[in-house]
């Protein structure tokens, strides 16, 4: 009879293989993306001091359980905490006008995951000025510089331009790629991801893009072209080089420049120059065993699971 293996287990054997044939890289964690999955799939689990502890008790199992699996050297996570006050709602004030703000028993949730991971030893950086898809850009060019690859644990498509040989994204579920996988899906280079962007625009993020140019049309444009200027460059040879078709798509493209190049720059992501490229902000701290029984203790988590989690944090961390 075959063996049906759970979600759970088939990440346990995945991540165990990785880790056995890696070479020294930078865990870097999309980690708002992966509160919100156990905000939406598990109940309220009201306690004493809280309405809900729900995401967060689900969050960090999670992660505890990925620091004994992968036992990373250098890991760091990011938070979005920038909807609404974001840079690029000054460019353009209508970006992600369509994302609901999260309520306050979620915000008090994410508070909760940064306070346990800095408890744990583990940087955790947030901006009202960028987003966390910024910061990951930064650290990633940062640990790039000093010779290290980036895996990076996300499930935003968005962070495909970050990718470069040697690094993975990776949504610690069914899809993993390298930049060469990457290349393949997309055909054409990840890094050219906001060009592709700038043309078909992003529903997503509300990024307008040019009115009547899809996936498909972009693809092929980027495919051919590489990037938008190329494309602009280019624009009275498209129908000759792509079919007569396109003349149509050449000519919104005109009409649509200033558009497409603020779409462009909207999806381009940042390097902040705040940021400190140092190995400190990427390895793990020590930890202090008493704090983090004292705070688990205030959040009024099941005494049982509380036990569970000192014990896994004694086996995967460094205890002062």
Known sequence: MDTILTKTQ??????????????????????????????????????KNYESISAFLGFCTFFLNLLKKIKPKYIVCAFDESLGSCFRNKIFPDYKKNREKAPQELKIQFKLCRSFLDLLGINNLASKKYEADDIINTLSINTRKTGLSNIIFTNDKDLFQIIYKNDIWWNLNDRKFNYNDLKNKLRFSPQNLPDFLGLMGDSVDNIPGAPGIGEKTASVLISKYKNIENVFNNIDLIPSDLGAKYQRYAKIITENEEMIRLSKNLSTLAYIDSIENNDGLIERGRVHLNKIDDFLLQTGMNPGQKKSWISQIENSCEIV
């Open 10 to 47: 088939k990440l346990g054997i995945s991540l165990r293989l990785y880790n056995k044939n890696k070479k020294d890289g930078v865990y870097i964690m999309d980690t708002t993306g992966f509160i919100l999955k156990y905000w939406f799939a598990m109940p309220a689990i009201k306690t």
